[in-house]
């Protein structure tokens, strides 16, 4: 059972062979619009791209069902749930800047992977403060 203030949209999932990326629109929420290199990234960015959409419009449109959903060649539907009271947190948190120090061969390898180190951090404090 969702919580209170959790919502479910149907999300178009595109694979894009081109960028070797999945583009993400919403057929509901039209200015919300991401992409990931892969599935578990793209489902990741767009519960993202939601929330912050969603709480930036102030009103809710009504979900479309999936099977009303209009697809073309290659498009795949997902159902991304969004917490509004967590999306309304994100954006109200403001950022600091942190220095950290790292091996410079981890550095080069990172940096060649196209790694965001600030994702990287905040994810893993996420993960370890929330155990």
Do not use: C, W
């Not at 929420?29 to 930036?56: H, K, M, Q, W």
């Not at 539907?77 to 509004?84: E, R």
């Amino acid at each position: 059972m969702a919580k209170k203030d959790t919502v479910v949209y149907p999300a178009i999932f595109e694979p894009d062979t081109k960028v070797d990326a999945i583009n993400v629109t919403f057929p509901d929420v039209p200015e919300a619009i991401t992409y990931g290199r892969n599935e578990e990234e793209a489902a990741y960015y767009a519960n993202d791209a939601l929330g912050l959409a969603l709480v930036s419009r102030g009103n809710l449109p009504k979900a479309s069902s999936v099977k009303d959903v209009k697809l073309s060649k290659d498009q795949y539907v997902v159902l991304i749930a969004v917490d509004l009271e967590e999306a309304k947190r994100k954006i109200r948190k403001p950022t600091i800047r942190k220095n950290t120090t790292i091996p410079a061969d981890l550095n080069e390898e990172a940096q060649k992977a196209g790694i965001n180190f600030s994702e990287v951090l905040t994810d893993a404090l996420r993960e370890r403060l929330h155990e």
